[in-house]
């Protein structure tokens, strides 16, 4: 995908060609060779593991500047081709590959090295976890070059779902959801035809400040929204959960994959996080998928699709284990204290590039707050306050990756002087 290829961020009705199978006997390519991009992230490394038990060559990774973790991704799966953020953490990479007497793969740099990696001739299958608008760019090159992705990034979607379905649709590309959440969905959808759907359930843990109020929130430490209570996840995505911005994306997200509406998207509070998320179909009945909250889970199924692993001596077996007396709770959304998801149908129905100035003005406060420098509910103040600012971004109906890359770096920079201005 060329930078200044024009991207549609307008609704495009693509019918029965969504790019996500949605039958068991649907034609998918078996995964083979992969390219991981974020390697050395939780999702990453959660899928070199994945990788390793089933037998998967890795002929691709992305990186950051984590060295160390990606020495020992490069010294265990040997790939051909390797890329990190910059040219100072490539040669501290080739430094210590060679003092470590590791073979040094080929190694590119930024931007270019990231979409090289994405587009890898010999890999079959792209996992996408590359946290942030970050990860957009070489979603949008997979999607392009008719890639099999399993997708981790959710960002891709909430900034630019329109024109990843469009390439996707057009080249051939598939798309299977790694997040637990659309893993179940899909999972629920497979067992229908499209036309039974009614609606479909997100379940959500609520995050460690399930019950609480704003007030609640106005004060609370880094490290107590870092406490998730069921799932282990890098900082960002673990505010995200704290605010239900998780949520707030991932219903954008349902909208994309499954050409669905946000009001077809419902939302209930699940703190076991045992039941991953439901789907109700016209007849009234309601088909779940269940697992521990375990994400080797839907990463292991997105790349054997349309089978199983035998995973016998998983410990997610023990979910039902009869010593044990299991209660799971469901519960509505407090949108009052949480506003994320009443933010996500607006920008949805806003359109344009909405969506975008969301993603980026909530990662802006995110980095804000991790930083010490904001409350928590400040994060929603910040969020809500970009979006009357740039709300006449709302008309933009198409966009080059690199405007769209400058838009949202000019809505983090304001966000980011927010803090100036604040009592």
Known sequence: MAHDTILTLSRCDLGSNLPVPRRLNDRVPQTRKLAILGSTGSIGTQSLEVARDEGFEVVSLAAGRNVERLIEQIRLFRPDYVSVQDKDVRATLIERLIHHNVSCPEIGVGREGLVRAAKWDEADTIVAAITGFAGLEPVLAAASSGKKIALANKEALVVAGYAVMQLASDSGALILPV??????????????????????????????????????????????????????????ITIDSATLMNKAFELIEACHLYGLEPDDVRVVIHPQSRVHSLVAFKDGSYLAQLGSPDMRVPIRYALTFPYHSDCSNSESFGLFDSSVNHVWTFAKVDEETFPSLRLARKVWHDGGLMPLVFNASNEAAVRLFLDGVIQLTQIFDFVERALVEFSYMSSIESSTFDDMMNGHHRVMRRVHDYKYTTA
Do not use: N
């Not at 035809?193 to 609520?206: A, K, R, Y």
């Not at 399930?210 to 880094?222: C, E, N, P």
């Open 179 to 236: 997040d637990s959440e659309h893993s179940a969905i899909w999972q629920c959808l497979l067992s229908a035809f499209p036309s039974d759907l009614h609606h479909v359930v997100l379940t959500c843990s609520g995050g460690p400040f399930f019950g609480q109020t704003r007030d609640d929130l106005a004060y609370v430490s880094v490290a107590q929204a870092l406490a998730h209570p069921t799932w282990s996840m890098g900082d960002k």
